[in-house]
T-cell receptor, first 110, second 115 residues
Framework: KNEVEQSPQNLTAQEGEFITINCSYS?????LHWLQQHPGGGIVSLFM???GKKKHGRLIATINIQEKHSSLHITASHPRDSAVYIC????????????FGTGTLLAVQP | GAGVSQSPRYKVAKRGQDVALRCDPI?????LFWYQQALGQGPEFLTY????????KSGLPSDRFFAERPEGSVSTLKIQRTQQEDSAVYLC?????????????FGPGTRLTVL
């Protein structure tokens, strides 16, 4: 069983739809990251959170530490949001390494 | 530089060849990470440096993989006697403060293809 599970693995949406991507983890963490990766491109950090909720533009990330669950929401989705969204947890050990989910491939159609 | 840079961006190697991948972190960043991302998968941790000290190399898949950061800035990931299963994107990331929860900044990656 992966330590970080994401769902869905693939998601197709119509422009304007509200999108939710979920992440569950099984290890003790100090922080959770949501990352965006475009095909052939590098990884960009969207959020880092250890509690509660953060908002940036049309993106909202929430985390429930007790339930070991986080969600990434995209409001009013746009084709330029099409990318792979990756959840990663910062392992609570000395290294600060990230443990990644396998990603959610989002395609937003016009 | 403005961000983390990696070179080369693409590398094709014949099986058995040695390769060296370079990472230039953001200036002044103490922490440096190497990750391996196989096609269709999320990245997986390889190794971690705090300045020049390699504090964690638990993710290196075999003794053919070696990483160094001799002066605490630029890092090199070396793979000896490459195998086809080494084909992946190798990502480097850096962050400023190892003692706090800080964002990791990722480079564009090096896509290694072993024929």
């Amino acid at each position: 069983k992966n330590e970080v599970e994401q769902s869905p693995q693939n998601l197709t949406a119509q422009e304007g739809e509200f999108i939710t991507i979920n992440c569950s983890y099984s290890v003790g963490i100090s922080a959770l990251h949501w990352l965006q990766q475009h095909p052939g491109g590098g990884i960009v950090s969207l959020f880092m959170l250890s509690s509660g909720k953060k908002k940036h533009g049309r993106l909202i990330a929430t985390i429930n530490i007790q339930e070991k669950h986080s969600s990434l929401h995209i409001t009013a989705s746009h084709p330029r949001d099409s990318a792979v969204y990756i959840c990663a947890v910062r392992w609570g050990g000395a290294t600060n390494k990230l443990i990644f989910g396998t990603g959610t491939l989002l395609a937003v159609q016009p | 530089g403005a961000g983390v840079s990696q070179s080369p961006r693409y590398k094709v190697a014949k099986r058995g060849q040695d390769v060296a991948l370079r990472c230039d972190p953001i200036s002044g960043h103490v922490s440096l990470f190497w990750y391996q991302q196989a096609l269709g998968q999320g990245p997986e941790f390889l190794t971690y440096f705090q300045n020049e000290a390699q504090l964690d190399k638990s993710g290196l898949p075999s003794d053919r993989f070696f990483a160094e950061r001799p002066e605490g800035s630029v890092s090199t990931l070396k793979i000896q006697r490459t195998q086809q299963e080494d084909s992946a994107v190798y990502l480097c990331a850096s962050s400023s403060d190892p003692l706090n929860d800080n964002e990791q900044f990722f480079g564009p990656g090096t896509r290694l293809t072993v024929l």
